[in-house]
């Protein structure tokens, strides 16, 4: 089997954090879907877009 170095593996940007993700075996088969570096950018990127739904939601009632 044939080493690969780490700086030759393909690399993308976390989503949330723009921290870069390098490939990970465990992710060899779903490599195209990973959009997170971790499961707490994913859950802050979760509430993130679940308080961007609720501002659109909520009529906008000017002050005063």
Known sequence: AKQVKKSDLP???C?????PMVWRKA???SWD?????S???????????RKAREEQARPHTPCG
Do not use: K, L, N, S
């Open 11 to 13: 690399q993308e940007p």
């Open 15 to 19: 989503e949330h954090c723009g921290r």
């Open 27 to 29: 992710w060899r088969a």
């Open 33 to 37: 879907q990973v959009r997170y570096c």
């Open 39 to 49: 499961d707490r950018c994913a859950a802050e990127a979760r509430t993130v877009r």
